[in-house]
């Protein structure tokens, strides 16, 4: 069976420090990636998906970025944490194909920036 | 851009009752297929229901169904014979070439 693995779960960062998220799938291979941001009180925000090894689309740029360097690894850091970036960041995983829109969630990682 | 608009930030619904949720989205696409999860509390976020654009049936899931109105870009969700444990932020989606967008959510409370 497929699983999905995010950390850290929780993270406390002072502005203008870096940032790096780690989301890794296991039981799958060539899956599509996925990072989202939930504010609070708000929806799913997404960042920045990728349907393959070294591609990113990127929907929020700014002083987020994302990274592929496996198959079913997928990054999100920052080199300098704004205030704003404080979130619920979540991973996601899909099939690249059948079972067309079925993301599977990770458990979150929650960032506050001080 | 596509854009996904959830008109009802919360709402609450006797146990055993009938609620519906509204959803509505903005495309230029005539092949899309729209979703919608269920985020319950401290819970990871799983899919309820999903339903392409090409099919004109409802998809009904058990006790959930929706209203597909594909003219009026409209998608709302029915949870019949509402549980407690149904209680959780819903999410209607829209997805197009890999491409998920989300709504705001809608929290949904049951009441005993």
């Known amino acids: 069976s497929q699983t999905i693995h995010q950390w850290p779960a929780t993270l406390v960062q002072p502005v203008g420090s870096p940032l790096s998220l780690e989301c890794t799938v296991e039981g799958t291979s060539n899956p599509n990636l996925y990072w989202y941001r939930q504010a609070a009180g708000r929806g799913l925000q997404l960042l920045f998906y990728s349907v393959g090894i070294g591609q990113i689309s990127s929907e929020v740029p700014q002083n987020l970025s994302a990274s592929r360097p496996q198959d079913r690894q997928f990054i999100l850091s920052s080199k300098k944490l704004l205030l704003s970036d404080s979130g619920f960041y979540l991973c996601?995983?899909?099939?690249?194909?059948?079972?067309?829109?079925?993301?599977?969630f990770g458990e979150g990682s929650r960032l506050t920036v001080l | 851009a596509q854009t996904v608009t959830q008109s009802q930030p919360e709402m609450s619904v006797q146990e055993a009752e009938t609620v519906t949720l509204s959803c509505t989205y903005d495309?230029?696409?005539?092949?899309?297929?729209l979703f919608w999860y269920k985020q319950p509390p401290s819970r990871q976020m799983i899919l309820v229901i999903r339903?392409?654009?090409?099919?004109?049936q409802n998809a009904t899931e058990n006790r959930f169904s929706v209203n597909f109105q594909k003219a009026a870009k409209s998608f709302s969700l029915k949870i019949s014979d509402s549980q407690l444990g149904d209680t959780a932020m819903y999410f209607c989606a829209f997805m197009n070439n890999n491409d998920m967008r989300f709504g705001a959510g809608t929290r949904l409370t049951v009441k005993p």
């Open positions: 996601a995983w899909s099939f690249s194909s059948g079972r067309v829109g079925e993301l599977f």
């Open positions: 495309t230029s696409e005539n092949n899309y297929y």
């Open positions: 339903q392409e654009a090409y099919k004109q």
